[in-house]
């Protein structure tokens, strides 16, 4: 039966016509140089990053940087941050842990990583999403954004390690979504959990997870039990993880939790009552979200979900809940430092590219040249301001003078705080606070710093960074008075005054006004 039948294949397949077979290899061909363009624009975007970032890797690190550097360096694991403490989850010290083994250039480092992979994470989601051509628009965009120093993308600030798993928890989503695979939920519910123990403002993949499964479940009965369940282990296995280290480290989990969520409800009453208004506050974000081209990006977003999601109910809540998320996490942060805008580049470059690939292409490069016009004129300002300036060349400064005349014994005291002085300094700060709304916050803060500089064990470096009487914490000049005991004026760097200890040998009132 099979002998019969193969001489009539034979005919058949000589009889395929030519342009048939012409056509197949045309396809092949189209699919081989569309892979190669791929992979040539996002080499372009990589790129792009790298020589944006590239004058700013050997700027001296800022406060949260060389904050969380010093702790990482004294943190041996086996206690909540060891002798200081810190409002921030423990994946990001962990991070950092690892990074600062380079010292500041491997902080520097750990942000280029980091950029590079969140480039390649949201190129890789606007291509599930939306097709080759989104996935190209999403990484220049990406590229131009993470390598922006009007947001602070150029250093290695906690929101751009933060974003990296939370791009990679949306892009489970679509993939379980588009592949029926109930582990793609799983992992997705891991990385967002991961990006909460990064930066726990990161709650954007989260409320999209949660969103994803309980409208597929409405609208799809076959996932309607698993991929819940899916979900809510997947969350669980990194939260497994935190809770056998806090039973190692003697942690009780409230504790935890003030530190991670507590702090930050205490530090709103805090900002609350000072003199500069919420909405002024809210105003320092303004001009680098315009100046980038982030606010463009982000209302293309919401062009982008409203034409290219809504046939797609799943899909339409998931990405609309990340990106919805993500302007809450923004906007309640209370500080508002420039840095916070990164938690809106993963969805705005992802969603505002699915819709500019639906228009002609025209249009799509016109939109893409008036973002990529304004982000490289925001980049260039910087390049210029950077050419006549060194950013925290004074904190390097003090620090290099006190590890230049300290012992090795010596501690050292930033008021109110300036950690990067002590990371620069090379020597143990004595004082569990690293920032000043730390001090302003915490109830046993003041009585505390009081207490410890009236004591034998008092630091033996002092850098009046603030005034006593900043924010009214000094209001009966106690502080001072106490300082003007025990201290005397070892120098004047960069127009700060250093003291030391009346009781430690130091080169009394040297000025080295000039600053790198």
């Given at each position: 039966m099979s002998g019969s039948n193969r001489p009539t294949l034979v005919r058949a397949a000589a009889a395929t016509p030519p342009a048939l077979a012409q056509r197949v290899r045309l396809d092949r061909l189209s699919a081989v140089l569309e892979r190669s363009a791929a992979r040539w624009t996002l080499g372009g975007c990589l790129l792009i990053v790298v020589l944006m970032?590239?004058?700013?890797?050997?700027?001296?690190?800022?406060?949260?940087?060389?904050?969380?550097?010093?702790?990482?360096?004294?943190?041996?694991?086996?206690?909540?941050?060891?002798?200081?403490?810190?409002?921030?989850?423990p994946l990001l010290i962990l991070l950092f842990k690892l990074a600062v083994l380079g010292g500041a250039d491997g902080v520097r480092a750990l942000g280029m990583v980091a950029a590079l992979a969140l480039v390649i994470a949201i190129a890789l989601l606007a291509r599930l999403l939306a097709g080759p051509r989104a996935a190209v628009i999403a990484g220049l965009l990406a590229a131009l954004l993470t390598g922006s120093s009007a947001i602070g993308a150029v250093y290695t600030p906690g929101e751009l390690l933060a974003a990296v798993p939370s791009t990679l928890s949306v892009l489970c989503l679509v993939h379980a979504h588009r592949s029926r695979r109930t582990g793609a939920v799983v992992a997705a519910g891991a990385?967002?959990?991961?990006?909460?123990?990064?930066?726990?403002?990161?709650?954007?993949?989260?409320?999209?997870?949660?969103?994803?499964?309980?409208?597929?479940?409405?609208?799809?009965?076959?996932?309607?039990?698993?991929?819940?369940?899916?979900?809510?282990?997947?969350?669980?296995?990194?939260?497994?993880?935190?809770?056998?280290?806090?039973?190692?480290?003697?942690?009780?989990?409230?504790?935890?939790?003030?530190?991670?969520?507590?702090?930050?409800?205490?530090?709103?009453?805090?900002?609350?009552?000072?003199?500069?208004?919420?909405?002024?506050?809210?105003?320092?974000?303004?001009?680098?979200?315009?100046?980038?081209?982030?606010?463009?990006?982000?209302?293309?977003a919401v062009v982008g979900a409203l034409s290219g999601l809504r046939r797609d109910r799943v899909l339409f809540a998931t990405l609309a809940a990340w990106l919805t998320a993500g302007v809450v996490g923004v906007l309640c942060g209370g500080s508002y430092f420039v840095h916070y805008l990164i938690e809106l580049v993963p969805a705005?470059?992802?969603?505002?590219?699915?819709?500019?690939?639906?228009?002609?292409?025209?249009?799509?490069?016109?939109?893409?040249?008036?973002?990529?016009?304004?982000?490289l004129g925001s980049a260039d300002e910087g390049f210029r301001w950077l050419d006549n300036h060194t950013p925290h060349h004074r904190e390097r400064a003090i620090g290099d003078y006190i590890r230049e005349h300290a012992t090795p014994r010596d501690t050292v005291y930033v008021m109110y705080a300036r950690p990067n002085i002590v990371y620069y300094a090379g020597r143990r700060q004595p004082y569990p606070y690293l920032w000043s709304l730390m001090v302003r916050v915490r109830p046993d803060a003041r009585p505390r710093l009081r207490r410890l500089l009236a004591s034998p064990e008092r630091p033996?470096?002092?850098?009046?960074?603030?005034?006593?009487?900043?924010?009214?914490?000094?209001?009966?000049?106690?502080?001072?008075?106490?300082?003007?005991?025990?201290?005397?004026?070892?120098?004047?760097?960069?127009?700060?005054?250093?003291?030391?200890?009346?009781d430690a040998a130091a080169p009394p009132g040297v000025d080295i006004g000039r600053c790198p």
């Open positions: 970032r590239m004058p700013w890797l050997s700027a001296p690190l800022g406060r949260d940087e060389g904050g969380i550097a010093l702790l990482a360096q004294h943190w041996g694991g086996g206690s909540l941050y060891g002798d200081y403490w810190l409002d921030r989850p990385l967002a959990v991961t990006a909460v123990l990064v930066k726990q403002s990161f709650l954007d993949a989260g409320f999209a997870g949660v969103v994803f499964v309980l409208v597929s479940a409405l609208a799809e009965r076959d996932v309607r039990i698993r991929w819940p369940v899916a979900y809510a282990l997947g969350t669980a296995l990194p939260l497994l993880v935190v809770l056998a280290w806090l039973a190692v480290a003697g942690v009780s989990l409230s504790y935890f939790a003030y530190t991670m969520f507590g702090f930050r409800i205490d530090l709103l009453h805090t900002l609350s009552s000072t003199d500069l208004p919420l909405v002024a506050r809210m105003r320092q974000l303004e001009d680098p979200a315009w100046n980038t081209g982030l606010t463009l990006v982000v209302a293309g705005g470059c992802v969603l505002a590219a699915a819709g500019l690939a639906l228009v002609p292409a025209p249009i799509s490069a016109a939109a893409l040249a008036i973002v990529a016009y304004m982000a033996t470096w002092l850098v009046r960074w603030h005034h006593p009487s900043s924010w009214e914490l000094d209001p009966r000049h106690t502080l001072a008075r106490t300082v003007d005991r025990g201290y005397r004026l070892a120098a004047t760097v960069c127009n700060v005054p250093v003291y030391v200890r009346r």
